[in-house]
């Protein structure tokens, strides 16, 4: 029997100049964390991770550095809530439709870091670039507003560190 989760591969500690400036970087998810060893790494399809503390907790996409829905960050960053007819497609990669999101939690600007949760549970299902600020997308109803970057399910969330 074989393990399927996508696995590291390149992993190294930082030097402490390095993980200062991934830290640095970080610091406006990561607000009062500290941690002692800094990882860098890869996962099999060449997506640039960083583990802290030996746990997948950033990851590098779109040309910015991101926390994973496992870094407790999340819990601070802005929130959405979709309805169920839209979990299955967030939790499969699309990119959140406005007429799916039936609460905002917390108002944000365009570009913001979103999470995306579900009404039932209050669940974090995706992480998500903003398309349009949260007043815009209450008032119109329409298109696609959040850019999804990482969701439960993908092959970020299954690498094992």
């Known amino acids: 029997m074989s393990d399927s ?5 390149r992993r190294h500690a930082l030097r402490r100049q390095d993980a200062r400036a991934i830290l640095q970087e970080a610091s406006s998810y990561l607000k009062g964390l500290s941690f002692s060893l800094v990882e860098e790494a890869e996962t099999e399809d060449g997506t640039k991770i960083y583990l802290l503390d030996d746990e997948i907790m950033l990851f590098r996409a779109d ?3 991101y926390p994973t829905l496992r870094c407790g ?3 601070s960053l802005p929130a959405v809530i ?3 007819g839209a979990i299955p ?3 499969k990669g699309a990119d959140v439709m406005a007429p799916g999101i039936t609460e905002i939690k917390t108002p944000f600007e ?3 870091l979103v999470v995306v949760r579900d009404v039932k549970h209050g669940k974090a299902l995706a992480l998500g670039k903003a398309l349009r600020p949260s007043a815009a997308i209450m008032a119109e109803k329409k298109g696609k507003v959040i850019h999804n970057l990482h969701y439960v399910g993908d092959k970020l969330w299954e690498t094992k560190p």
């Open 73 to 75: 960050c999340v819990d």
């Open 82 to 84: 979709v309805d169920m």
């Open 89 to 91: 497609f967030v939790c």
């Open 63 to 65: 040309g910015g550095l």
């Open 5 to 9: 989760a996508p696995k590291v591969r």
């Open 110 to 112: 365009e570009g913001a």
